[in-house]
């Protein structure tokens, strides 16, 4: 129904920037929440930030302030731009759909993988 396809990822210095975007394709609902996660090696995946498509944002605590999500509604793109990075957010990051149902469906997107050199 849902295909996300992410891109961006590559390798960058500490303290650099990078930015990732995810298309999607299908039908991207108005109620659909989109965001990013990531997952490091031997770690649980995690969330990274979402958005609403009213812009309403949230963030987790290790991105606040460094990485900003947005999104495209009319091209059904999410974006995410991440300064000043860690090598601790080396990862792979997946874009993500939540949609509302009742098994609180989610598509994924295969991933991008971000690695941040000390």
């Known amino acids: 129904q849902v295909q996300l396809v992410e891109s961006g990822g590559g390798l960058v210095q500490a303290g650099g920037s990078l930015s990732l975007s995810c298309a999607a394709s299908g039908i991207i609902f108005s109620s659909d929440v989109m965001g990013w996660y990531r997952q490091a090696p031997g770690k649980q995946r995690e969330l990274v930030a979402t958005i609403t498509s009213r812009a309403r944002t949230n963030y987790a605590d290790s991105a606040k302030g460094r990485f900003t999500i947005s999104r495209d509604n009319a091209k059904n793109t999410v974006n995410l731009r991440m300064n000043s990075l860690k090598p601790e957010d080396t990862a792979v990051y997946y874009c993500?759909?939540?949609?509302?149902?009742?098994?609180?469906?989610?598509?994924w997107g295969k991933g991008t993988l971000v690695t941040v050199s000390s």
């Open positions: 993500n759909v939540e949609r509302v149902g009742p098994f609180g469906m989610n598509y």
